[in-house]
């Protein structure tokens, strides 16, 4: 069986700082990793995936996340936070590439102040 | 890049009526389609896959009964919320495989039952 937690439900930074969003993940075979956003009354979409290969995977709109077998962990993060990543972020593991049938965190809504 | 649409975006309903919900693929064939539950300030919840041209897989708990989930063409799912309770105001988000790569979701649909 597959499970994420999401450490934090409510993260706050100012505009510039850093931003860490963190991501645990339970999982009987290789995971997939992915890592969605969501703004207000919208659907998902797709910020990054670790599927193989390089454990560090690079994203949209600046954001990185690494894979940590050893931690099993997959946190996300930005150097610099923009008044526009404020959004809800979701952490979700998949037995496939495609991510489909998705098992996801419980989310974590960053707010940017300025 | 690939377009999953979905229609309505919202919908108000009176107690006891069905809804209908329309997951389209705009610009790509979708064997496999997945329909998702988000209740407010929570995560998404898998609720069932939608196989092309046979019935649907339900996760635990969800009751196929209750959701009548059709996936007739490669570009079309849509989800029956029946005789509709408040208790199933929900923002329901549908997902489109594309080819077994990735998966794109729709802008979801909030539904209000009063």
């Known amino acids: 069986a597959q499970s994420v937690t999401q450490l934090g439900s409510h993260v706050s930074v100012s505009e510039g700082a850093l931003v860490l969003l963190r991501c645990n993940y339970s999982?009987?075979?290789?995971?997939?990793l992915f890592w969605y956003v969501q703004y207000p009354n919208q659907g998902l979409q797709l910020l990054l995936k670790?599927?193989?290969?390089?454990?560090l995977v690079k994203g949209i709109n600046g954001f990185e996340a690494e894979f940590k077998k050893s931690e099993t962990s997959f946190h996300l993060t930005k150097p610099s936070a923009h008044m526009s990543d404020a959004a809800e972020y979701f952490c979700a593991v998949s037995e496939n590439q495609a991510g489909t049938a998705l098992i996801f965190g419980k989310g974590t809504t960053l707010s940017v102040s300025s | 890049g690939a377009v999953v649409s979905q229609h309505p975006s919202r919908v108000i309903c009176k107690s006891g009526t069905s809804v209908k919900i329309e997951c389209r693929s705009l610009?790509?064939?979708?064997?496999?389609m997945f329909w998702y539950r988000q209740f407010p300030k929570q995560s998404l919840m898998l609720m069932a896959t939608s196989n092309e041209g046979s019935k649907a897989t339900y996760e635990q708990g969800v009751e196929k009964d209750k959701f009548l989930i059709n996936h007739a063409s490669l570009t079309l799912s849509t989800l029956t919320v029946t005789s509709a309770h408040p208790e199933d105001s929900s923002f329901y988000i549908c997902?489109?495989?594309?080819?077994?790569?990735?998966?794109?979701f729709g802008q979801g649909t909030r539904l209000t039952v009063v």
């Open positions: 670790y599927t193989t290969g390089a454990t």
């Open positions: 999982s009987s075979v290789p995971p997939y």
């Open positions: 997902s489109a495989e594309l080819g077994g790569t990735e998966a794109f």
């Open positions: 610009d790509f064939q979708a064997t496999t």
